[in-house]
Nanobody
Framework: QVQLVESGGGLVQAGGSLRLSCLASGRTFSTYAMGWFRQAPGKEREFVAAIIWSGGSTYYADSVKGRFTISRDNARNTVYLQMNSLKPEDTADYYC?????????????????WGQGTQVTVSS
């Protein structure tokens, strides 16, 4: 089992920045990838970014590429999502997820563990 706890959400004006954190605990050595997903009210959950835990390769949704950066601190078992140039359409609940097995990282159904989410609101 892997437990995930997100933090860092909040209210920010358009153009501002936030950094989300995801602290992993438990059997973290079995993790292949960590991802961030988001879900806006009335919309489906969508992929935001992912990072391969050991190699560090990163993947981004086109909508956040160039504005968001995913990173990890292996020693702290923490994954970060630095969000810059935020837009009102970035408003959503953001979830951290962990995938155990090798494979594609953009589908939420392929992830095994999820955090409780943190809310991000971007005002115009």
């Amino acid at each position: 089992q892997v437990q995930l706890v997100e933090s860092g959400g909040g209210l920010v004006q358009a153009g501002g920045s936030l950094r989300l954190s995801c602290l992993a605990s438990g059997r973290t050595f079995s993790t292949y990838a960590m991802g961030w997903f988001r879900q806006a009210p009335g919309k489906e959950r969508e992929f935001v970014a992912a990072i391969i835990w050991s190699g560090g390769s990163t993947y981004y949704a086109d909508s956040v590429k160039g504005r968001f950066t995913i990173s990890r601190d292996n020693a702290r078992n923490t994954v970060y999502l630095q969000m810059n140039s935020l837009k009102p359409e970035d408003t959503a609940d953001y979830y951290c997820a962990a995938r155990r097995r090798l494979g594609a990282v953009v589908r939420g159904v392929d992830y095994d563990y999820w955090g409780q989410g943190t809310q991000v609101t971007v005002s115009s």
